[in-house]
């Protein structure tokens, strides 16, 4: 039994050796063609995930323009400020069309 569990051993060291040494040729040949993506995986990855991020970065942008709040009055910037951490975040999730043409 001890000599099967040695062969066995040995045999997976030795492939992941030899699947190892394969992989630079592997990343090479990848590297060397165009990786296209279509516009229905671009579509989901949207709905699925842009999006629902989208909504979490503008509440937390919401928080943080309530946070820095008394910071940006006295310096006037209230207006950058709310572009920046509730317009924009809120644009994206919301206002964007549906499909995004310009990452297709």
Same mark, same amino acid.
């Given at each position: 039994?001890?000599?099967?569990?040695?062969?066995?051993?040995?045999?997976?060291?030795?492939?992941?050796?030899?699947?190892?040494?394969?992989?630079?040729?592997?990343?090479?040949?990848?590297? @060397?063609?165009?990786?296209?993506?279509? $516009?229905?995986? %671009?579509?989901?990855?949207?709905?699925? =995930?842009?999006? #629902?991020? @989208?909504?979490?970065?503008?509440?937390? $942008?919401?928080? %943080?323009?309530?946070?820095?709040?008394? =910071?940006?009055? #006295?310096?006037?910037?209230?207006?950058?400020?709310?572009?920046?951490?509730?317009?924009?975040?809120?644009?994206?999730?919301?206002?964007?069309?549906?499909?995004?043409?310009?990452?297709?």
């Amino acid at each position: 039994m001890k000599g099967l569990r040695k062969s066995i051993f040995l045999f997976l060291i030795i492939s992941i050796f030899i699947g190892g040494m394969n992989l630079n040729s592997w990343a090479q040949e990848i590297r @060397g063609q165009e990786m296209k993506v279509s $516009g229905d995986l %671009l579509n989901t990855l949207d709905i699925l =995930f842009a999006r #629902p991020v @989208g909504i979490v970065a503008a509440a937390a $942008g919401t928080c %943080l323009f309530v946070v820095g709040l008394p =910071f940006t009055l #006295p310096s006037r910037s209230v207006r950058e400020s709310f572009d920046i951490f509730v317009v924009k975040p809120w644009e994206f999730s919301f206002v964007r069309e549906f499909p995004d043409e310009d990452y297709i």
